[in-house]
């Protein structure tokens, strides 16, 4: 009864006013129709004004775009409507031909539904709304919506009497409505930025209004009963907008005004009482009002209560109170043997015009920032760069450590020779001239010179400090020297490498060019062929050379791909080596086979790399005619050895040989090329966990040598050792002919080696069995191995297939990211193989039994 009582007391006004228009309406109805469409649109228009109100007078305080820039709106929308009312037919207010009321309609409402679209946009937004720039842009669409149908009357004609709506009135009654939906979803989407009550006043709002608008795109008489019922929905939207406005304009700033005060009240008060420093406040007569925590508990001041620690800076709290400023001290602190420093400031906080002060003191513990000044020096001279401070006059007051070492200076008299000593005579001048003009105006310094380091050797560096200010002054410099001597060389290199690059590319063009020239004027059968052979050879040449371009650049942005299979070692050499035999004559490739073994890599890449090894043999070899190629497995790894009698390469040299566009000085102007060839293989070799070495003497010949780890292969060849079954610390693999299915139990924390290593087993044990089916249980599978469901779908899920895999019931973890994992891995495999997820390892088994049957 209460409930009911007190929903009564809520909405009896509104009630009463409901009924008191529902009264009105039917009555009106009894003069006709024109009656009841005036004052259901005055009442329209009276509310829409209503909101325009609400909106523009809560504009400031409104923090909710969405409702503004609608709200605002309503001035113009409530004016077009007036204009329909006034042009109603039958009215004869505004005596026009036709029928211009249904014409306003229709771009009244297209007016409000994309201003409801539109609103959405504003939502989220931090830039201020400009309300006068809105207003007028309101006012421009309201005025040409106008004008186009009083004045210019080109609007398009919307009722015909006697045929009813035209096509174009009812086209854009729907185009009206989509855009009313789409509205309701992107509210509903950002429902978040409304509060429950108003986010329900306009779901209401738009899907009364969408009701409205399919009354008003089926009706066929202006008089008619859908004409009735889309007014009513019109005026119901209309008042459930105005709710929102007031809602969202008026009771929630009220209410979050206050509650914001008060969060504000306790969000400071929390955070004084949690601040590791100690606060105090004072009044005028310096007693102690407030402090943020209990001074007996702090470990410095055990012995301290608030009165002695108030005496301790008496004189600092009675000058501060005179002179109304900030002063800041420093106040030491003794215990147990051990002292402690804390930095002090007092703040005068003046109230009432300057009749009430009161002084703030904060705390502060400077006993780490005082060991951490001793620290600094002692860190300064581990950095790699040498540091230097100079007073404001630019004298030199600070070396650190780095600047004795490369100087080999006495530490004990560092500053005897000036730094212009250390500077390259041909940097000299214009060192000086940037130091000069930073220390006359105080701007920061920034220079490139070469520096003359103990060994005699200049080095490049770059120089740069920075002025420390106080009021406005230098003070201080803190100034750096960063050794750039490799980048410096770096620069040189690659633009003697586009230099090279322009004149490499350039040669087998201007070759294809010339011989295309000769072929066009050539009747000559075989000479044309002789030409078509050398363009052939100029273009692989240049295809070459831009794919050894395009690697690098994949290289330097980590998108080289590898595709990684298993393949035999030996017939990979053996296959370069002829390859390379059928285009050499002045050279024999001597490739001596080993055991057959094989390695789990990039097939494609690895012959990339022994391409280039075998190539240079034969490019650095002018004077010999023999390159010999070797391979051997060694402490489960597998060295590859490709040996040349050629030029050989000064041992100085050696360690820069695989730095990108690096020549060395014996080949570059003889034999030409990009440089790129072992810098690209390199780091295929280096993407395979293998190193690169080479050993080589001037004049005699060199021997380059490849590593590659072989620990999955050896790991198979032992497998293989003890039949069909297989286990280690990650997985349990069984053949069960009985059910001719492999069981494969994995176990623990899985990574990518441990899914590769137990992967690859699976591959050869399902050879060897001659199954078609696995049974694969991930129940006790720890964590997440997404980093291998790459691998496991692109490159696993093929070659189990290729072994001979028919039908996979895969038994999921608990791991909700290892069941991701599992779904990932089938997702970008080929969905060759018949694959199925279960829970349940029973439900499994039965599975793959039916698959039997089947």
């Given at each position: 009864m209460?409930n009911?009582?007190?929903?009564f007391?809520?909405y009896?006004?509104?009630a009463?006013?409901?009924?008191?228009?529902?009264?009105?309406?039917?009555y009106?109805k009894?003069?006709?129709?024109i009656l009841f469409?005036?004052?259901?649109?005055?009442?329209?228009?009276?509310?829409?004004?209503?909101?325009?109100?609400?909106?523009?007078?809560?504009r400031k305080?409104q923090d909710?775009?969405?409702?503004?820039?609608?709200?605002i709106s309503?001035?113009?929308?409530?004016a077009l409507?007036?204009?329909?009312?006034?042009?109603y037919?039958?009215?004869?207010?505004?005596?026009?031909?036709?029928?211009?009321?249904?014409q306003f309609?229709v771009a009244?409402?297209g007016?409000?539904?994309l201003i409801f679209?539109?609103?959405?946009l504003?939502?989220?937004r931090?830039?201020?709304?400009?309300?006068?720039?809105?207003?007028?842009?309101y006012f421009?669409v309201?005025?040409?919506i106008?004008?186009s149908?009083?004045?210019?009357?080109?609007f398009?004609v919307?009722?015909?009497p006697g045929v009813g709506q035209t096509?174009?009135?009812v086209v854009s009654?729907y185009?009206i409505i989509l855009?009313?939906?789409?509205?309701?979803?992107?509210l509903?989407r950002?429902?978040a930025?409304?509060d429950?009550?108003t986010?329900q006043?306009?779901?209401g709002s738009?899907i009364?209004?969408?009701l409205?608008?399919?009354?008003?795109a089926?009706?066929?008489?202006?008089?008619?009963q859908l004409n009735?019922?889309g007014h009513?929905g019109?005026?119901i939207?209309?008042?459930?907008i105005?709710?929102a406005n007031?809602?969202?304009?008026f009771?929630?700033?009220?209410t979050?005004?206050?509650?914001?005060?008060?969060a504000s009240?306790?969000?400071y008060?929390?955070?004084?009482e949690?601040?590791?420093?100690l606060?105090m406040?004072?009044?005028?007569?310096?007693d102690?009002?407030y402090?943020?925590?209990?001074?007996?508990?702090?470990?410095?001041?055990?012995?301290?209560?608030v009165?002695a620690?108030s005496k301790?800076?008496w004189?600092e709290?009675k000058q501060?109170?005179?002179?109304?400023?900030?002063?800041?001290?420093e106040?030491?602190?003794?215990m147990q043997?051990?002292?402690?420093?804390y930095s002090?400031?007092?703040?005068?906080?003046?109230f009432?015009?300057a009749s009430?002060?009161?002084?703030?003191?904060?705390f502060?513990d400077?006993?780490?920032i005082?060991?951490e000044?001793?620290?600094?020096?002692?860190l300064?001279?581990?950095l790699?760069?040498?540091?230097?401070?100079?007073?404001?006059?630019?004298?030199i007051?600070y070396?650190?450590g780095?600047?004795?070492?490369?100087?080999?200076?006495?530490?004990d008299?560092p500053?005897?020779?000036?730094?212009q000593?250390?500077v390259h005579?041909d940097?000299?001048q214009e060192?000086?001239?940037v130091?000069m003009?930073?220390l006359?105006?105080?701007?920061?310094?920034q220079v490139?010179?070469?520096?003359?380091?103990a060994d005699g050797?200049?080095?490049?560096?770059?120089?740069r400090?920075v002025?420390i200010?106080e009021?406005?002054?230098?003070i201080?410099w803190?100034g750096?020297?960063t050794?750039?001597?490799?980048?410096k060389?770096?620069?040189?290199?690659?633009?003697?490498f586009?230099s090279?690059?322009?004149h490499?590319l350039k040669?087998?063009?201007?070759?294809?060019k010339a011989?295309n020239?000769?072929?066009?004027?050539?009747?000559?059968?075989?000479?044309?062929k002789?030409?078509?052979q050398k363009v052939d050879?100029a273009?692989?040449?240049?295809?070459?050379?831009?794919?050894?371009?395009l690697?690098?650049?994949?290289?330097n942005a980590?998108?080289?791909?590898?595709?990684?299979s298993i393949?035999?070692l030996n017939e990979?050499l053996?296959?370069c080596?002829?390859n390379l035999q059928l285009?050499?004559?002045?050279?024999r490739i001597?490739f001596?086979?080993?055991?057959?073994?094989?390695i789990?890599?990039d097939?494609?890449?690895?012959?990339?790399?022994?391409d280039?090894?075998?190539?240079n043999?034969?490019k650095?070899?002018?004077?010999a005619?023999?390159v010999n190629?070797?391979f051997?497995?060694e402490?489960e790894?597998?060295?590859i050895a490709?040996e040349?009698?050629?030029?050989?390469i000064?041992s100085?040299e050696l360690?820069k040989?695989?730095d990108r566009?690096y020549r060395?000085?014996?080949?570059?102007?003889r034999?030409?090329?990009?440089?790129?060839?072992?810098?690209?293989s390199?780091e295929?070799?280096k993407?395979h966990?293998g190193t690169?070495?080479?050993?080589?003497?001037?004049g005699?010949?060199?021997i380059?040598?490849?590593?590659?780890?072989?620990?999955?292969?050896?790991?198979?060849?032992?497998?293989?050792?003890?039949?069909?079954?297989?286990s280690n610390?990650?997985?349990?693999?069984?053949?069960?002919d009985?059910?001719e299915?492999?069981?494969?139990?994995w176990?623990g924390?899985?990574h990518?080696?441990s899914?590769?290593?137990?992967?690859?087993?699976?591959?050869?044990?399902?050879?060897?069995s001659?199954?078609?089916?696995v049974l694969?249980?991930?129940?006790?599978?720890?964590g997440n191995?997404s980093?291998?469901?790459d691998?496991?779908?692109?490159?696993?899920?093929p070659m189990?297939?290729e072994?001979?895999?028919q039908?996979?019931a895969?038994i999921?973890?608990?791991?909700?990211f290892a069941q991701l994992a599992?779904?990932?891995?089938?997702?970008?495999s080929?969905?060759?193989a018949n694959?199925r997820?279960?829970?349940?390892?029973?439900e499994?088994?039965?599975w793959?039994?039916?698959t039997?049957?089947?």
């Amino acid at each position: 009864m209460r409930n009911i009582i007190s929903l009564f007391n809520r909405y009896y006004r509104t009630a009463f006013s409901i009924i008191c228009l529902m009264l009105v309406f039917i009555y009106s109805k009894r003069y006709g129709y024109i009656l009841f469409h005036t004052l259901v649109e005055l009442f329209s228009i009276v509310i829409a004004f209503a909101v325009f109100i609400v909106a523009w007078n809560s504009r400031k305080m409104q923090d909710n775009k969405y409702l503004h820039v609608v709200g605002i709106s309503y001035l113009f929308i409530g004016a077009l409507d007036l204009l329909h009312t006034l042009s109603y037919n039958g009215m004869n207010i505004i005596p026009l031909p036709g029928y211009p009321a249904n014409q306003f309609w229709v771009a009244t409402r297209g007016m409000e539904a994309l201003i409801f679209l539109g609103g959405f946009l504003m939502i989220g937004r931090k830039q201020k709304i400009n309300t006068e720039l809105l207003f007028l842009l309101y006012f421009v669409v309201f005025s040409l919506i106008a004008a186009s149908i009083l004045v210019w009357k080109v609007f398009p004609v919307c009722f015909v009497p006697g045929v009813g709506q035209t096509l174009f009135k009812v086209v854009s009654e729907y185009i009206i409505i989509l855009l009313l939906l789409v509205s309701l979803c992107l509210l509903y989407r950002r429902r978040a930025n409304f509060d429950r009550k108003t986010y329900q006043l306009l779901s209401g709002s738009i899907i009364v209004a969408i009701l409205s608008e399919c009354c008003f795109a089926t009706y066929t008489s202006n008089y008619g009963q859908l004409n009735e019922w889309g007014h009513y929905g019109k005026l119901i939207s209309f008042f459930l907008i105005y709710k929102a406005n007031v809602k969202m304009a008026f009771e929630k700033p009220m209410t979050s005004i206050f509650r914001e005060l008060k969060a504000s009240e306790t969000e400071y008060k929390t955070l004084a009482e949690n601040l590791p420093d100690l606060i105090m406040r004072f009044d005028e007569n310096l007693d102690c009002i407030y402090i943020n925590q209990d001074i007996s508990k702090l470990p410095h001041f055990a012995d301290s209560d608030v009165q002695a620690l108030s005496k301790r800076i008496w004189n600092e709290l009675k000058q501060a109170l005179l002179i109304r400023k900030n002063i800041a001290g420093e106040l030491e602190v003794g215990m147990q043997g051990s002292r402690h420093y804390y930095s002090f400031q007092i703040i005068p906080e003046i109230f009432d015009n300057a009749s009430e002060v009161r002084l703030l003191v904060i705390f502060r513990d400077i006993t780490i920032i005082r060991k951490e000044k001793l620290h600094l020096s002692g860190l300064l001279d581990t950095l790699p760069q040498q540091v230097w401070t100079a007073r404001a006059d630019g004298t030199i007051d600070y070396i650190n450590g780095v600047i004795i070492r490369d100087f080999a200076l006495d530490p004990d008299s560092p500053f005897g020779i000036g730094w212009q000593h250390y500077v390259h005579p041909d940097d000299l001048q214009e060192c000086t001239r940037v130091w000069m003009l930073s220390l006359s105006n105080g701007s920061e310094y920034q220079v490139q010179f070469r520096l003359k380091m103990a060994d005699g050797q200049y080095l490049w560096h770059l120089g740069r400090a920075v002025p420390i200010l106080e009021n406005g002054k230098v003070i201080l410099w803190i100034g750096s020297n960063t050794n750039i001597d490799l980048q410096k060389k770096g620069q040189e290199q690659r633009d003697e490498f586009i230099s090279i690059a322009s004149h490499e590319l350039k040669t087998p063009l201007t070759s294809i060019k010339a011989f295309n020239q000769l072929l066009a004027r050539t009747h000559d059968l075989e000479r044309a062929k002789s030409y078509l052979q050398k363009v052939d050879i100029a273009t692989t040449k240049l295809e070459s050379l831009i794919n050894d371009l395009l690697d690098v650049s994949k290289i330097n942005a980590g998108k080289l791909q590898f595709n990684k299979s298993i393949f035999n070692l030996n017939e990979l050499l053996k296959e370069c080596c002829e390859n390379l035999q059928l285009s050499v004559t002045t050279h024999r490739i001597i490739f001596n086979e080993n055991e057959h073994i094989n390695i789990y890599a990039d097939r494609f890449r690895m012959e990339q790399v022994i391409d280039n090894l075998l190539s240079n043999a034969v490019k650095y070899s002018p004077n010999a005619d023999l390159v010999n190629v070797t391979f051997k497995v060694e402490q489960e790894s597998i060295i590859i050895a490709v040996e040349d009698h050629g030029i050989g390469i000064d041992s100085r040299e050696l360690e820069k040989l695989f730095d990108r566009y690096y020549r060395s000085d014996n080949a570059a102007e003889r034999f030409g090329g990009l440089g790129l060839g072992l810098f690209i293989s390199s780091e295929i070799i280096k993407a395979h966990q293998g190193t690169f070495w080479i050993e080589s003497e001037l004049g005699v010949g060199t021997i380059v040598y490849i590593r590659i780890p072989l620990n999955e292969t050896v790991v198979i060849k032992n497998s293989m050792a003890k039949g069909l079954n297989y286990s280690n610390e990650y997985l349990t693999i069984s053949c069960n002919d009985q059910q001719e299915w492999m069981e494969v139990n994995w176990t623990g924390h899985q990574h990518f080696k441990s899914v590769q290593n137990g992967g690859l087993h699976m591959i050869e044990l399902l050879k060897s069995s001659g199954l078609k089916k696995v049974l694969n249980d991930n129940r006790e599978v720890l964590g997440n191995w997404s980093e291998a469901s790459d691998w496991a779908g692109k490159v696993w899920f093929p070659m189990m297939i290729e072994a001979g895999l028919q039908d996979f019931a895969w038994i999921f973890s608990p791991s909700i990211f290892a069941q991701l994992a599992a779904q990932k891995s089938f997702d970008v495999s080929d969905g060759k193989a018949n694959v199925r997820f279960f829970y349940d390892i029973e439900e499994a088994k039965r599975w793959l039994k039916e698959t039997n049957k089947g």
